[in-house]
Structure formats: structure tokens, C-alpha cells
């Protein structure tokens, strides 16, 4: 027993005495980063533009922005550390932006060190900017009052969880990387309106930046990777097949040629096969259940007819959406929505590389189809 | 040497703690990194190495159990000395305490790397390795049944972690698996042979064996153990391959541990630190039952008190761990240990047991003979 005892007092004296071992980090010495902005300036040098949050009493100021140059992201850190009293942390890094230049020049080399160190989160959300990464920052800082760091990643996370974008963040990126024949693809930010604002998906060739395509066709390719919920549609239709369906009578002469629905997407997925080996030809079955929450012109939908019509019009949109959207990643020579995974898997022995991917994706035909259903209408048809 | 071993009453155990005490030596360190190993060897396919492994594991537990009912109470260290005499059989059981006190090594050594790497890297590997040391001394010093309790408790405190796989799983891409069985049956066989090192641990039993009550209710619980780790292993590695891509995958060390890295939860943003610390839970049982292994086997063989072999042994610990904490001898050390492992763990038995077999045919001749 006293044996015991005496174990007891000295393993309470070693851990009393352990908190020395490691160096203290109190919350009030620490500058937190929450969000980093990387580019690359003249002689190939890393500016790196931090969003750190500091919790001092003293402090009115939450958040401010440091910056800071070097040959590498760590030592622009550590060079950024210099202008502040403060220990920048990079455990809580939430977003990661990326000048358009340093992403044509490709990005693995910067998102190596993240990997690397085991302290960074795997959750942050990548982006890119069209112009640096420097310029959306400050811009953000000076037209809002509200937190940059905040302001920049809640815009990301909250159109990620409206499924507006596709989900990227540092492990989503890497691994559509690392799969060969599936290129990845990130959200860019401008801020041509003054505030910081979504405004395409830039496609990537491994990971230099090759081009963007438009923000609507965001959902599109969302559709590829997960299946989706929730998500909004928006559809410009020709009036020309429903006027026979419009519930006034009235035939006014400054009648609309076109009429905008707005759409909740109950469920949306893809399906995809290769159709034939030889002449790379690939099917993909896009699915959307929707419900209708907007109709701009007053469409009688309640008829059959006319819902039938509605759902044709549509699928019509959406193939030749999908159609050009293919067409200009094929044109970009980025592949997306990952048909060489599709081809990796039935073609023998199942390997694929990148190269050979890049040789082949320009060549592949794909069939679209699209099965759109009207679910709902809302409380009036 | 005794060949057989009297245990007290009061000191035996339960057969149903088998369970306990073969899984929790069983996942340790070791399947933190061995979806690497496994998924280097047979790629998409490693899956089925798994499964087959955990078929030749449960041979050699077979196998196991045939060497232990030929005897009446015995153990492994007895078994060598009944064998092959008294001087080789002694050489044989050394060899084997030294086998455990190399793999309790490398556990340790691994799972210092592992704090360092992920959460203190200015740390030194000593003070982990003080606390680590007290607490196995502590629970030795208690006895078996103390150190029974122990596995018995951290099991339930350690499975918990299980729930947070499902974020990774959700994440899983399916075709990464896909194109199915594209390896070759040799990859598949080098994949279970990469299970070695994290399967191990079960020939514990040898040594446990005579303190077992209810002997003839042990075999159910050793093999559910036994089931229990292939499928923890199971799930961590193909959840990895899931999650990660190839190429990620073959890079990864801790491909199990950097799973949790994406668990998030509101009221703690970083979930993979707790995973880390919580590790201990995993990895200490695994310790303890070795530690015991080794003061429990000098003790059967050189009668030496468990005790001093105890405090001698940590000693020569501490000074190893500050020695050796270095990532690269961490990993030779721990390729060494699953290299000598396989032989002794899952070639050996097949050795013995015709030997035994022949040895008892010939003395139940002898002694019909006789009487």
C-alpha cells in the first residue's frame, strides 16, 4: 500500500512537472491565422498575406492582416512573423487562396507543405482569385466591416453546403489530383464588384490552372461527384411551346419571348459508363427531381401537357449546357468529371496515366441524358 | 525448469478475457500504418490479402491450441524445454522473450514518433517515454489480473473512436477499388504478409495459456479476438483506400491516424489531437501484455523476481528510447521486428507441433510399452 502511495505522489510530481517539457502556447501570445493568401511576386518569391485573429484584451482589433515574403510558405511565415508581436499559428488556416498566376504555375509545390506538417487541418477549403490573392484580401477588409477572414471562408462554406459549388477542400483537392484520369478544379473569387464575390470554377491540368469555366455550370459538375440536395436551378425557357398553356386568357403584346424558372433540386446525381472501348465512347445519366419554387410567366402546369413540354424544354437546356461545358473542358484538356477514373476501371488491367489521359480526353465522345422531373409546384401550379 | 506450471486458484482467469487480451495485443501501433504496407503490395486488391491473412491466422491459432492440449498445463517456454532439452530449450524461450521485448520496443519507439510528429514535435522522447515506462510498471506491479482489468477497461475506452470513421467513410470514392482482383495471387500473399506486424502479438496465448481457468471454453474467445482485430483492420484499411488515392496512399505512414484529420466537430475543431492522445488507450494495453511477457518469461526460465526484471528492464528501456528516437531506426527496427516476427509468430508453430505430436506418440508407446 504505502508502495502505492509513493508511486502515486512521485507520478502526480511528474506530471505536475511535465507542462515544462513542452513550450506554452497561451491563446494570448498567438496570432491565429485564419486565412492565408499565397502568390508569387517578382524572382520567384512567396508572398504570403495572412488574416490573423488575436485574442488580447488590450486589443480592439479581432482580426488584421500581416504579410510576408520568402522562398518558401514556411519562411514567409516566419518572415511575416517579424511585423507582428505576436506567434503566427497555422493550425487553424480555414481558407487558402491562391493568385491566378502562382496556379499557372502550378500549386502541388505550396500545398506540399500542407501535407507535410500534421498540424494543418485537412477541412480548409482551397480557392483561387482572379487577380492575387493580396488584392481580394485587402479589398474584402476595405469595403466590408465584417471579419475578412470570416467573410471570405463563410462565403465558400456557405455555397459549398448549398451545393452551389463543389466541395474542395485540401483533401478533396488531393486526391482528385492524385487519381489519375480526374482533374481538380477550385472556386474563384473577385472582386470586380468591390466586395469579394464567387464568380467562376477554375479547371485545372494537374495542378496548374488551365481556365474557368462559368459559375452556373458549378452545380453541373457537382452533379459528377456527389450526389446533390437542396441545390437551386435556374433555367431561361422559350415562352414559343407554352403559349397554348398560359392561364390568362389575355394575349398582351409585350409578352415575354422568355420566361425564368427557378428550381429546388430534391435530388440530383449522375450515372456514368463507357458505351464503347474502342471509339472512347462514354454515357452519362444526369438525374434531377426538382420542385418548382419561381416561374416568371404564368405557365398552366397543372396540365399534363404542358408539364410534359416544360420537362423537355429543360432537359433540351441542360444537354446543350452540358454539351458546352464539355466542350470547353475538352478544349482545356482538363478533365473534371473524371471519365478516366470511368476508363481506368474497364480498361484492362486498370491503370491509367495522367499522360495518357491527357492524349486520349480531347478525343472522347460523350452522351448526355438527362431525366428531369417536376416533382412539385409549390402551393399554385 | 517445470514443464508445467501450477497457478493458484486466485490467480487464474476467466477464458472469456481472451478476447480481451488477444485483440488488444493484436491493434496497437501497427495498424496505423498498415494500410501503406498492405496497399503497396496488392493495391485495390488488399482487401482480400486481409481476409486471406486472417485464414492463416487462424491456422496458426489451430495450430496453437493442438501444441497447448498436448500438454497438461504447460506453456511455450516449457513446451521448447520438454522438447529440445534443457540447454536448447532455454536458448529457444530466450530467443522468444527477446523477440517481445524488441517488438515492445518498436511499439513504444513508434508511438513516441507519432506524438511528436502530430502534436509536440520539440518534445523530447524521453519524458514520453518516463510516462509511458511508469504507467506499464505501475500496472505489472498489480499482477495478471490486474493487468487483465486494465485491457479490459482501455478496450471500451478506446473503441470509441470507431464512430468517428464515419466522416472518412462517407467520403470513400468507390472506384478506388475498382477494377476488382487485378492483383496477381504472389502480390496477394506479399499483401497479408504486410499484416504481420499488426496481426501480431497473438502468440501471447503460449505464454498466458496455463493461467486460463476454464480451459475448454478458451478456443471461442481467442478466435473472436482474433476476428475482432482482422476486422478493425479491415474497416482502417479500406476506409483508407477509400478516402485516399493511390498515390497518396503509398506515402502515407499513418494513412489509419491522418483518416481522422478530417473529423471536425463543433466543439472541437481538430479532432485528430484527441485521436492521437486517445491512442494511448490503444496502445498501452499492447505494452503492458508485452512487458509482462517478458518479466513473466525471465521469471519461468532464470527465476528471477519479476520485480527486479522489472525495474531492470525499464531502465534499459529508458536508455534505449532516448537512444533510438529517430524516425528512420523507428522504422527499421519496426521492419526488423515484423521480419523475425513472422518466423517465430506464424512459421514456427508449424514446426513444433509435429515435433510435439511425435514426442507424445513415442512416449505413450514407451509407456504401454512398459507397463
Not at chain 1, 58 to 64: A, R
Not at chain 1, 168 to 180: E, G, I, R
Not at chain 2, 6 to 30: M, P
Request: glycine letters at 6%.
Amino acid at each position: 500500500m504505502r508502495n502505492i502511495l509513493k508511486l502515486v505522489v512521485l507520478s502526480l510530481l511528474l506530471i505536475t512537472s511535465l507542462t515544462g517539457c513542452v513550450q506554452t502556447k497561451s491563446i494570448e501570445d498567438l496570432a491565429i491565422i485564419n486565412t492565408r493568401g499565397v502568390d508569387i511576386i517578382e524572382d520567384n518569391k512567396i508572398e504570403t498575406t495572412l488574416v490573423i485573429y488575436k485574442f488580447d484584451s488590450q486589443n480592439q482589433e479581432l482580426s488584421s492582416i500581416v504579410s510576408g515574403e520568402g522562398r518558401t510558405i514556411k519562411g514567409a511565415r516566419k518572415n511575416a512573423n517579424y511585423k507582428t508581436s505576436f506567434k503566427l499559428t497555422p493550425g487553424q488556416i480555414r481558407l487558402e487562396m491562391f493568385g491566378k498566376e502562382t496556379a499557372k504555375k502550378g500549386l502541388l509545390s505550396y500545398i506540399d507543405t500542407q501535407i507535410r506538417d500534421a498540424r494543418v487541418s485537412d477541412t480548409m477549403y482551397l480557392a483561387l482569385s482572379e487577380t492575387t490573392a493580396k488584392d481580394v484580401i485587402i479589398q474584402t477588409q476595405e469595403g466590408s466591416s465584417v471579419h475578412v477572414g470570416k467573410y471570405l471562408y463563410e462565403l465558400i462554406e456557405q455555397n459549398v453546403k448549398d451545393n452551389i459549388i463543389p466541395r474542395v477542400t485540401l483533401h478533396d483537392f488531393l486526391q482528385t489530383y492524385y487519381d489519375n484520369g480526374h482533374d481538380p478544379y477550385l472556386p474563384v473569387l473577385s472582386t470586380a464588384t468591390k466586395s469579394p464575390t464567387l464568380s467562376a470554377i477554375a479547371l485545372f491540368q494537374d495542378d496548374k490552372y488551365v481556365g474557368q469555366v462559368p459559375l452556373s455550370d458549378a452545380l453541373l459538375i457537382n452533379v459528377f461527384n456527389k450526389s446533390i440536395e437542396n441545390a437551386t436551378l435556374e433555367v431561361q425557357l422559350p415562352m414559343q411551346p407554352f403559349k397554348k398553356y398560359l392561364k390568362s386568357e389575355r394575349l398582351d403584346e409585350n409578352d415575354e419571348d422568355t420566361a425564368h424558372a427557378l428550381m429546388k433540386v430534391l435530388r440530383g446525381n449522375s450515372k456514368s459508363k463507357i458505351t464503347n472501348q474502342q471509339n472512347m465512347q462514354f454515357q452519362t445519366e444526369i438525374t434531377f427531381n426538382v420542385t418548382m419554387l419561381e416561374l416568371s410567366e404564368e405557365i398552366d402546369l397543372k396540365k399534363p401537357k404542358a408539364k410534359e413540354i416544360f420537362e423537355e424544354e429543360v432537359k433540351k437546356i441542360f444537354k446543350k449546357q452540358y454539351e458546352q461545358l464539355f466542350k470547353n473542358s475538352q478544349e482545356l484538356n482538363s478533365d473534371p468529371f473524371g471519365y478516366g477514373t470511368i476508363y481506368r476501371i474497364n480498361k484492362h488491367g486498370g491503370k491509367l496515366t495522367d499522360k495518357e489521359w491527357r492524349e486520349k480526353f480531347p478525343d472522347i465522345n460523350v452522351d448526355f441524358k438527362i431525366d428531369f422531373t417536376l416533382k412539385g409546384h409549390g402551393t399554385t401550379p | 525448469m517445470e514443464i508445467n506450471v501450477k497457478i493458484k486458484e486466485n490467480l487464474r482467469i476467466q477464458a472469456f478475457y481472451l478476447f480481451f487480451i488477444i485483440t488488444s495485443i493484436q491493434i496497437g501501433v501497427g495498424i496505423m500504418g498498415a494500410p501503406m504496407y498492405i496497399f503497396t503490395e496488392a493495391q485495390q486488391d488488399s482487401w482480400i490479402s486481409i481476409i486471406i491473412a486472417f485464414g492463416y491466422l487462424l491456422l496458426v491459432l489451430f495450430v496453437m491450441f493442438r501444441i497447448l492440449d498436448q500438454y497438461e498445463n504447460a506453456d511455450i517456454l516449457g513446451i521448447q524445454v520438454d522438447i529440445f532439452g534443457n540447454w536448447l530449450g532455454k536458448i529457444l524461450g530466450t530467443f522468444y522473450i527477446i523477440y517481445f521485448a524488441a517488438a515492445l520496443l518498436s511499439v513504444i519507439l513508434t508511438y513516441i514518433d507519432v506524438v511528436q510528429v502530430f502534436i509536440f514535435p520539440e518534445i523530447s522522447s524521453l519524458i514520453i517515454g518516463v510516462l509511458l515506462i511508469s504507467l506499464i510498471i505501475y500496472c505489472i506491479y498489480g499482477g495478471l489480473r490486474v493487468i487483465v482489468g486494465v485491457v479490459f477497461i482501455f478496450f471500451f475506452s478506446a473503441h470509441w473512436l470507431l464512430f468517428l470513421l464515419y466522416e472518412p467513410a462517407i467520403r470513400m470514392e468507390l472506384d478506388h477499388f475498382q477494377p476488382f482482383f487485378q492483383a496477381s495471387f504472389p502480390d496477394l500473399l506479399k499483401g497479408a504478409r504486410a499484416t504481420s506486424y499488426s496481426f501480431a502479438g497473438f502468440e501471447i496465448l503460449l505464454l498466458i495459456y496455463p493461467f486460463i481457468q476454464n480451459k475448454e471454453r478458451a478456443k471461442f474467445p481467442t478466435y473472436f479476438g482474433a476476428f475482432w482485430s482482422f476486422g478493425l483492420l479491415l474497416i482502417g484499411t479500406v476506409i483508407s483506400i477509400g478516402y485516399f488515392s493511390a498515390k497518396q496512399l503509398k506515402e502515407l505512414e499513418w494513412a489509419v491516424l491522418s483518416l481522422f484529420k478530417i473529423v471536425s466537430l463543433p466543439f472541437v475543431e481538430r479532432f485528430d489531437y484527441i485521436v492521437v492522445a486517445e491512442w494511448m488507450m490503444v496502445a498501452l494495453p499492447n505494452m503492458i501484455l508485452l512487458m509482462w511477457a517478458i518479466t513473466y518469461g525471465i521469471k519461468r526460465m532464470y527465476k528471477v523476481p519479476q520485480k527486479k526484471t522489472l525495474i531492470i528492464t525499464s531502465f534499459i528501456y529508458l536508455i534505449l528510447i532516448a537512444l533510438m528516437s529517430s524516425h528512420n531506426i523507428v522504422i527499421k527496427l519496426t521492419e526488423l521486428v515484423s521480419k523475425i516476427g513472422f518466423w517465430i509468430v506464424y512459421v514456427y508453430p508449424f514446426i513444433l507441433l509435429p515435433i510435439v505430436l511425435l514426442k507424445k506418440r513415442w512416449q505413450r508407446k514407451k509407456e504401454s510399452e512398459s507397463g
